[in-house]
């Protein structure tokens, strides 16, 4: 009863790996930033990092020959 | 015991996805297990137990949607949230309908996710205070070693209560494992006899040959074998009670005896030429219809009589399925307590199969399943799936009017409407036991058949 629950296309594909290994990203700065204490001169770094990622992700759907319907 | 805490599972192919979550769930205090498929998942979930599973749904080989279905399938107890990187609406209403808590896209929103592990934990805590509830309903409610918040039970306890100090004879009459024998020792116990003996005995676990001897006792030599005198339970009970249980078993001659120990408090023992006077009070119990058996000839009109001066009638547990709870809770204590195990207690889908199998054994059946289950069950709560097991199993059943009179409450016409891709995996599920079947999807063996008819599956 295995269903192909991946995306068809190659760039589809791609795009898929990418916002996993972006969500991976974002995922560990929530998480240390979470247990960073205020003030802490890491925390500054690690937004950035976010942001980076987050713009990134933001980025995905915009890459030519992406179905702009695929996201929410 | 310190609290254990929730179990999350994690399904990525992923590692990354399964390392961040692990690490934020961790931090939520959460138990957390991750794979990095769902291949193994058939076997593995039932030890597993978590209560709630966090699976993406973009994975080779198993797709989220079939794990998604595959744990409401094997442990509908265990709420489901799937993640996605491909999220659209289409998708989001398909896992929803499919039973999925909620559908994430990534990256995770962590606020959403630690509102979603609130709400597990919340509706985990909420079951253990409803379970710590029905044992303490169960505690308040229970009498000489029965359960009954029913007002049948109760009205029941009241009428033992007013009737033990007075009665020197009664009948219990009620199906099999409604609780014959404990009414007998609380008319005991509850009455001016309590310190004396109360003696029970089985008349249809006798030889028919034996029954005098048993019951009044012999001379020596009174028959081949009676080397030495013996004095009958009787003689035995003398001062206290005797429970004579399925007393419908009674030879014609031995219930013309037992007419006379009642009427003359008269024994004589076999072979003896004159009789000894006893003071016992005489609890006589059937699962028969005795006046029946007394129209047909088999029991003596005179002799019932004079036994059913008082006559207490034990309702079936399917004449008091709101007694269902507490009871499951008491004999899950007591046998969590024998077996050494931390179980708090049975879960929604469990306790939904209790309530409607029909139980021909009845509290006695219940006990046993619950025993079974305790026995078997390897988390904290049972499960739908140890119950069912245990059911499907089930003690041979005693015979009794079939269906008609036992409608279970899934037969009534607002009986749920399965399709047929539910009941061939139910059937599935339980390896064809249609009765087990029947049982999970909360409808009558009669309406499982004649639903396999209209699929054409029979």
């Known amino acids: ?72 | 015991m310190p609290e254990e805490r929730p179990r999350l599972l994690v399904i990525d192919d992923e590692p990354g996805m399964l390392a961040v979550v692990e690490r934020f769930a961790a931090a939520e205090d959460f138990e957390v297990v991750t794979r990095t498929g769902g291949h193994a998942l058939l076997t593995e979930l039932p030890a597993l137990k978590p209560d709630v599973a966090l699976v993406d749904r973009n994975m080779p080989e198993v797709g989220g949607l079939d794990v998604l279905r595959l744990i409401r399938e094997i442990d509908p107890d265990c709420l489901v949230i799937l993640m996605t990187a491909y999220a659209t609406v289409d998708s989001a209403i398909e896992a929803v309908k499919l039973g999925a808590l909620d559908y994430l896209s990534k990256p995770l929103d962590f606020g959403r996710l630690r509102e979603l592990l609130d709400t597990v934990r919340f509706r985990r805590d909420r079951r253990r205070r409803l379970l710590v509830a029905d044992s303490e309903l169960a505690s308040r409610f229970e009498f000489c070693g029965m359960i009954g918040r029913s007002p049948v039970m109760q009205e029941l306890f009241d009428l033992v209560r007013r009737l033990a100090p007075h009665a020197r004879t009664a009948l219990i009459t009620g199906e099999t494992g409604t609780g014959k024998e404990l009414v007998a020792r609380a008319l005991h116990t509850l009455g001016p006899r309590r310190d004396r003996k109360f003696v029970a005995f089985n008349c249809a676990a006798v030889v028919e040959t034996l029954f005098e001897s048993e019951l009044f006792g012999h001379t020596r030599g009174a028959f081949t074998g009676a080397v030495e005198a013996k004095a009958g339970l009787f003689e035995v009970a003398d001062g206290g009670t005797i429970f004579l249980d399925e007393v419908g078993e009674l030879p014609a001659p031995v219930q013309a005896k037992l007419l006379r120990v009642i009427e003359y408090g008269e024994v004589q023992r076999v072979g003896a030429a004159a009789g000894r006077t006893v003071d016992v009070r005489t609890i006589a119990a059937t699962n028969r219809q005795l006046f029946d058996e007394v129209v047909a000839g088999r029991f003596r009109q005179d002799l019932y009589y004079r036994l059913n001066v008082v006559e207490i009638n034990l309702p079936s547990l399917h004449e008091r399925p709101e007694d269902i709870p507490c009871l499951t809770a008491a004999f899950v204590g007591e046998f969590a307590g024998r077996f050494g195990k931390a179980l708090a207690g049975v879960s929604p889908g469990a306790e939904r199969l209790l309530h409607n199998a029909p139980w021909p054994g009845n509290v006695r059946e219940l006990r046993n399943v619950i025993e079974r289950a305790c026995m078997l069950s390897e988390g904290r709560i049972l499960s739908e799936r140890d119950v069912l097991s245990v059911l499907g199993a089930g003690a041979p059943r005693p015979a009794r009017p079939r269906a008609p009179a036992l409608p279970t409450p899934g037969d009534t016409p607002a009986e749920p409407a399965h399709n047929r891709r539910t009941v061939e995996q139910v059937l599935q599920q339980v390896g064809g036991n249609r009765s087990a079947a029947a049982r999970l999807l909360g409808i009558s063996r009669r309406a499982l058949y004649r639903r396999l008819d209209s699929f054409g599956l029979r």
């Not at chain 1, 898929?16 to 990203?25: A, C, G, M, Q, T």
């Not at chain 1, 974002?26 to 990622?53: N, T």
Request: aromatic content about 2%; proline content about 7%; hydrophobic content about 45%.
């Open chain 1, 1 to 72: 009863m295995t269903e192909s629950t991946l995306p068809e296309t190659p760039r589809e594909r791609l795009v898929h790996e990418f916002k996993n290994h972006l969500s991976v990203i974002v995922g560990f700065c929530d998480v240390l930033l979470r247990e960073l204490p205020e003030g802490d001169a890491k925390r500054a770094d690690l937004a950035q990092i976010q942001r980076a990622a987050l713009a990134a992700v933001a980025l995905l759907p915009e890459l030519p020959g992406h179905a702009s319907a695929t996201d929410a």
